[in-house]
């Protein structure tokens, strides 16, 4: 077993049914650590493979004390994979990246060279990105102005894997549901320097693709969860109490007209829809406060204060 030693650089990479790309990707990654200085793992996070990516790993840190395998026993997601990286990586630096050969390790050193200018977080931005228009850019350009204007840190691309962060920023994020799109905008809330620097990006030439139309509308669901835990999370009260407030005023206000006209017209409330209508209102303000505050808030105790992770591991190899 290799002996445990301090590195400088960790590249966690999730992968999941990777078999035709692993080899390629790994000798890549090979060529440009060596003109890295300083010591270096690659943490492989196996999301669940059902292919044969879990033998050509362990493969892999057979011969290369560097690398380091998490292997999951079913798959959780890339979120719960980087998540699980950001936990065992030892280095300074963590740099993630995708497993599908996309990303080019060429770029590595372009991110790094950021980080030693003083930045705490450089993210990557496929400015040529190599994907089909209608079913994945146009849906990520939208998704990325979304974004930039929900949690104003402006970036171009956060959907690219590629990034390099300081492990002192890791420790102090959470990750969950499919927040691993939204690292920049979560670590901002620390005053993080962040940068982003354009990176090549090459079309997958082997193996299928894990993502679909359909996470879109997990972007937009997680993108209110985001916006929420930058803006109100030490004041949630003003996230929920805008429209709780809005309906019991409205409510309120209709139902205080009624009274006077009863009161002091004698115009009769018995048949009289609206007096329902008023009181649901009111109802639903008080709820839409209550429940939504506790539901959130109830999501965060679960997550942060019991320290709950959102994997679990089956076999760990390269670790004592």
């Known amino acids: 077993m290799p002996t445990e030693f301090s590195v400088q650089l960790s590249i966690v990479i999730p992968l999941l049914n ?5 080899r390629l990707l790994y000798d890549e990654l090979a060529s440009v650590l060596v003109a890295i200085e300083g010591d270096h793992e690659i943490i492989f996070i196996d999301d669940g ?5 879990f033998h050509i790993l362990r493969e892999l840190q057979d011969t290369d004390d560097r690398v380091r ?3 999951f026993r079913r798959n959780f997601g890339q979120t719960a994979a980087i998540a699980a990286g950001f936990d065992h990586a030892r280095g300074e630096v963590i740099v993630t990246m995708d497993a599908d050969l996309q990303n080019d390790p060429h770029d590595i050193p372009l991110l790094l060279e950021k980080i030693n200018e003083g930045y705490d977080l450089v993210s990557g931005w496929r400015s040529d990105r190599q994907d089909k228009f209608l079913s994945r850019r146009l849906p990520s350009i939208i998704a990325n102005r979304l974004i930039s204007w929900a949690t104003d840190v402006k970036l171009h691309d956060y959907g690219c894997t590629l990034k390099a962060i300081k492990k002192e920023v890791t420790k102090n994020i959470t990750l969950y549901g ?3 799109r939204f690292i920049p905008a979560v670590a901002s809330w620390m ?4 940068a982003e620097v354009k990176v090549n990006h090459r079309p997958r030439t082997l193996g299928a693709s894990k993502y ?3 996470r879109t509308f997990r972007v937009l669901l997680d993108l209110i969860t985001v916006k929420f835990l930058l803006s109100y999370s030490g004041r949630p009260i003003h996230f929920f109490g805008i429209p709780g407030l809005i309906c019991g005023a409205i409510g309120f206000t209709l139902a205080l ?3 006077i006209e009863r009161l002091f017209f ?3 409330l018995a048949d009289r829809p609206l007096l329902l209508f008023a009181v649901m209102l009111i109802l639903i303000g008080v709820q839409f406060i209550v429940f939504g505050l506790l539901s959130e808030l109830q999501i965060r105790t679960y997550y942060e204060s019991q320290n709950k992770a959102i994997y679990v591991v089956r076999d760990k190899f390269g670790y004592d």
Request: cysteine-free; charged content about 20%.
């Open 18 to 22: 990777e078999e035709l790309n692993i």
């Open 49 to 53: 493979s059902t292919d044969q990516s």
């Open 69 to 71: 395998i998490i292997r």
């Open 178 to 180: 499919e927040l691993h």
């Open 191 to 194: 005053g993080v320097r962040i």
């Open 212 to 214: 679909g139309i359909s």
């Open 257 to 259: 007209i009624m009274t």
């Open 266 to 268: 004698g115009v009769a």
